[in-house]
């Protein structure tokens, strides 16, 4: 299904552009990334933890990051799981690095 795909893309490109100000710091940073697409919902509540501790980048990552948890809570459970694998594998890929 190529819209599930490009989709996908436009989540996970979401995702990269707020990653750095949102982990900066953060010793795990796919851990905690993982930790807020486990379940079936975007954990918001975690999320919005994790902003707190860059309150100079809140602005700029929060309505991003609201956007990828509605959209993770809208995908199907497979869109789901392969998510969470692309992120298993890039954490591996940057610990080779």
């Known amino acids: 299904m190529p819209g599930h795909h490009t989709s996908l893309q436009r989540l996970t ?53 609201l956007s990828a948890a509605d959209y993770f809570d809208t995908m199907a459970a497979e869109g789901q799981r392969r998510l969470r694998r692309l992120i298993l594998r890039h954490g591996r890929l940057a610990k080779q690095a």
């Open 13 to 65: 490109q979401g995702l990269r552009e707020v990653g750095p100000a949102l982990f900066h710091g953060v010793p795990q940073p796919h851990e905690e990334l993982l930790a807020l697409v486990w379940g079936p919902r975007f954990d918001r509540e975690h999320a919005l933890g994790l902003a707190a501790h860059q309150p100079e980048q809140a602005a700029r990552t929060l309505p991003a990051l």
